[in-house]
């Protein structure tokens, strides 16, 4: 199975997601918030990196790590673990793995870096 390959990554200090334009990792300069002190330890802290999973939503949008989708469990966070993209189904505490998705019900709602309240009002339902 060939995907295509890439990344974006959330700035914390300009709270701005960014997509990845370098093969050396970094947004565009421009895009993002540098303070003049910060190591470079202490810039990479300031990033989160996430990589899309190879699957589009129901309209066509690229799903990311920390992405949160409307599926038929609720809202979900999209996550990489066991060696593959699942979402996790936050009430129960267990992972749905991305070859169980129902790719024509997925559709992103935010993400947990600019929309973390949507996750927990639906912990809160659920």
């Known amino acids: 199975m060939n995907r295509e390959i ?3 990554v959330f700035d914390n200090l300009s709270k701005k997601m960014n997509p990845v334009n370098s093969i050396w990792g970094f ?3 421009e895009n993002i918030t540098i303070p ?3 190591t470079v330890e202490t810039l990479f802290n300031n990033f989160e990196l996430m990589q899309f999973t ?5 309209y066509g949008k690229d799903i990311y790590e920390g992405d949160l989708c409307n599926t038929e469990d609720g809202v979900c966070e999209i996550v990489f673990k066991y ?4 979402y996790l189904i936050s009430k129960e505490e267990t992972f749905c793995p991305s070859f ?3 790719i024509e019900e997925l559709e992103i709602v935010g993400n947990i870096f600019e929309n ?3 996750l927990l009002v639906s912990q809160a339902i659920t």
């Open 6 to 8: 890439k990344f974006r």
């Open 27 to 29: 947004p565009e300069l």
């Open 36 to 38: 003049f002190e910060d």
């Open 54 to 58: 190879g699957i589009k939503d129901k």
């Open 83 to 86: 060696g593959c993209f699942c």
């Open 100 to 102: 169980n998705w129902h």
């Open 116 to 118: 973390p309240e949507m």
